[in-house]
């Protein structure tokens, strides 16, 4: 997955993206991850979606939302690699499945 975004970032730079936009991934104090990708002047355009959290337990959750064209999305700390999936398949696909996020805190 970490390669994927880093193509992705890639992709999007245009030495101004780059400057205003871009991706915040950081840790939080729950603790966790938390991640936030600008979507402004890239040819992705998300839908808004209200925040949405998946939790199994206190040690495994996730939840994402989007708004104004920007993803931000939270999870445990061994969710890192689920939050860019989330993100990668939404942008694919135009949305994600729930059921496919509850499968892949499971695994």
């Given at each position: 997955m970490i390669n994927w975004l880093q193509n992705w970032f890639k992709n999007q730079c245009n030495s101004d993206w780059e400057h205003d936009y871009g991706i915040r991934i950081e840790t939080i104090d729950n603790p966790g991850w938390n991640i936030k990708i600008d979507l402004?002047?890239?040819?992705?355009?998300?839908?808004?979606?209200?925040?949405?959290?998946?939790?199994i337990a206190n040690d495994n959750w996730?939840?994402?939302?989007?708004?104004?064209?920007?993803?931000?999305?939270?999870?445990?700390?061994?969710?890192?690699?689920?939050?860019?999936?989330?993100?990668?398949?939404i942008v694919e696909n135009g949305n994600i499945n729930n059921s496919y996020i509850i499968e892949k805190m499971n695994s």
């Open positions: 402004e002047e890239t040819n992705v355009l998300l839908n808004k979606k209200e925040w949405q959290l998946f939790e996730v939840g994402y939302k989007i708004e104004n064209n920007i993803y931000n999305a939270s999870g445990d700390p061994e969710k890192l690699e689920l939050l860019i999936l989330i993100f990668k398949q």
